[in-house]
C-alpha cells in the first residue's frame, strides 16, 4: 500500500502530463532496508501522444522515503 503510492507519487513528478497516468505495478521487493517498486506506466508525452514507460522506485523501507527513481521511454 504505503510503498506503491509512494512510487506512484515518484512517478508522477517526473511525467510532462501526470493527470494522463496509468499505473501498472508489476512487482515490489524488499531486501534489506530497500523496497524497490517495477512497473510500467502509460502517460502523454510532450507532444500528446500517448507512451508506454516503464519505472523503477527505491524506497526506505525505516522512512518511506524515496531513495531513487528512474523512468524509461517517457
Known sequence: GEYRAAAKEAVLSK???PS???FDIKQVVRYKNSVTVRGTVDAQNEFGAMIKGTFFVKILADTGAVDSVTVSNL
Open 20 to 22: 494522463t497516468a496509468k
Open 15 to 17: 511525467l510532462k502530463a
